[in-house]
């Protein structure tokens, strides 16, 4: 009788660490910071499940938002949600040239390479129209193969993505 006491005892207690861990996490979300997992996991000395698990709850009850990685205050944008391709083009878009130039002589004849459908990717292949290597390439994203349909650029395969 006496150790079902002390476990309820126990339980009670830790309920109690978890309600005033979940408070001291909304109120670092709700100072604007986006907290990591691991972060919060270390200053609170618990695993990082049990971050994730409060995460989850505060994130049900709308006190925060999850996101990859940790935890965002509430109504912000998810920065992780991918948009269109098209869209991002333009974004940061002179880095993303100057990449895909600096990469193009890593490209030698023969070779068989995979492009993922991503702007940068896309610029990637209208820079390969210009290279001279004769190159396989295999992509998921329709863009790069029309792109690399141009004459000469090269053997371009697309496969389906899922």
Known sequence: MGDQKHESSRRRDGATLGAARQQRILDMVSRGEIIAVGDLAQRFGVSQETIRRDIRTLDEA????????????????DLTARRPVVERLDVDRAEKTLAAQAALPLFKDGMNVFLGGSSTMLLLAEALTQHTAALSVTTNMIDIATTLRQPAAARSRCSAAR
Not at 62 to 77: N, Y
């Open 62 to 77: 709308g006190g925060l938002r999850r996101v990859h990685g940790g935890a965002a205050p509430a109504g912000t944008v």
